[in-house]
């Protein structure tokens, strides 16, 4: 590991993956800022710190050695295979891929367990801060939990499908469930998924047919089951055997299913807005465009133009500046966070689909004119806000 100068004011540490673009970016905004080369923190120590509780440490006495004098930023742990096998390859056993959806509730506690190791050495480690709050992490990666703290702020988001206390068991109790509580386009998504992992974009037609739109590929395993693969490609289902085989696979593990809200459109192409609020502040946003209900930009979404959204919005704008603060204004303790914004047809509108922990990834994109943040990336706004101020923005913004 690098260490910084002792005469830096700010010293930096990231929990991420080593040579990570994110890591990258983030190190080359610290040392732009004048404040030394951050300390990497590999994801993988700390998930293998996690799995052997009883090692000792001569920094932190506990099993994960950490900078002492930090200020340690949590990044995220995807894309990077081993970490990814170290948390869900258990569950998923011979079967375990980078690519499989399945295991996400398994990935999810591992993680959870890996959050608890990271803030219990920063707590023992002289100096050193942690600039998240991993429990809130922990309920930014359920997306059960973030609908209801955002439903109880009053923070507008779609409605969800009622499930029973056991969740789904599969295709027909899932279309069963939508004929009674009339919701006949919605969202199907893992609890615990992330980058559209497994989300499928579900409508009942006239006559029974139904039409499930997502990213995951159908394959058979050689026992003859199901599994689901992450693809670059957006697929459709309809037949009864694909639907009930891609739901079968899906229910196994916890699901969250909310209402799929008509989105405006840019270009003729559906929008939806991601927001990055800063210390409590939206400080960047993207317009994203798809030509099929996932805007992810990894599956062939655009970014769309900001200009064209102004002009859209109108006198809207602070409105939906205000629907990310409050929706941000949730989690207190983390200093950024990216909030997807869905917007109503006519732009005047907007609901909060998700909140990310991890959702500052936005190449290029520099600050939004009166947010502070003019002419710097995500990652130079995080440093700005929190070598001046480092703290959470818990003072700044309370969740209703």
Not at 357 to 384: C, K
């Amino acid at each position: 590991m690098t260490t910084v100068s002792a005469h830096s004011p700010v010293r930096y540490a990231v929990v991420g993956v080593p040579g990570n673009r994110r890591v990258a970016m983030f190190a080359e905004a610290v040392r732009a800022a004048g404040l030394g080369e951050p300390v990497v923190v590999p994801w993988q120590v700390v998930v293998e710190a996690a799995a052997r509780p009883e090692v000792s440490s001569d920094v932190s006495g506990g099993p994960l050695a950490l900078p002492p004098g930090c200020l340690i930023r949590v990044d995220s742990p995807g894309e990077d295979a081993a970490v990814d096998r170290l948390l869900r390859g258990h569950a998923l056993g011979a079967g375990w891929a980078p690519t499989r959806v399945e295991g996400s509730a398994a990935w999810y506690a591992g993680f959870r367990r890996a959050l608890h190791t990271l803030a219990t050495a920063a707590a023992e480690t002289p100096g050193c801060r942690l600039l998240a709050d991993p429990d809130e992490i922990g309920v930014m990666f359920d997306k059960r939990l973030t609908h209801e703290r955002l439903s109880a702020a009053r923070v507008p988001v779609p409605p969800v499908l009622v499930q029973g206390p056991g969740g789904l068991s599969g295709w027909e109790e899932l279309r069963e469930l939508m004929h009674e509580q009339r919701l006949p386009r919605v969202f199907v998504k893992p609890a615990h998924g992330s980058s559209a992992s497994g989300v499928v974009a579900l409508e009942l037609g006239p006559g029974g047919r139904a039409t499930a739109t997502t990213s995951a590929e159908l394959a058979v395993a050689q026992d003859g089951s199901s599994q689901l693969h992450n693809s670059l490609r957006v697929r459709r289902y309809r037949s009864e055997p694909e639907l009930r085989a891609l739901f079968t696979a899906l229910a196994a593990e916890p699901l969250h299913v909310e209402r799929w809200v008509p989105k405006a459109t840019q270009g003729g192409r559906a929008a939806d807005v991601r927001a990055v609020v800063t210390a409590g502040r939206a400080t960047h946003l993207v317009v994203r465009t798809s030509g099929h209900p996932m805007t992810n930009l990894h599956l062939g979404g655009r970014r769309g133009d900001l200009s064209g959204l102004r002009a859209a919005v109108g006198a809207g704008w602070g409105l939906l500046l205000e629907t990310a603060e409050r929706a941000a204004a949730c989690f207190p303790g983390s200093p950024s966070v990216g909030v997807d914004l869905l917007p109503g047809i006519g732009w005047q509108r907007f609901r909060v689909g998700e909140v990310n922990a991890f959702g500052d990834l936005l190449p290029g994109l520099t600050g939004l004119p009166g947010s502070g943040a003019e002419g710097r990336d995500t990652y130079a706004a995080f440093v700005a806000a929190t070598a001046t101020r480092p703290s959470t923005h818990r003072e700044l913004l309370t969740c209703p």
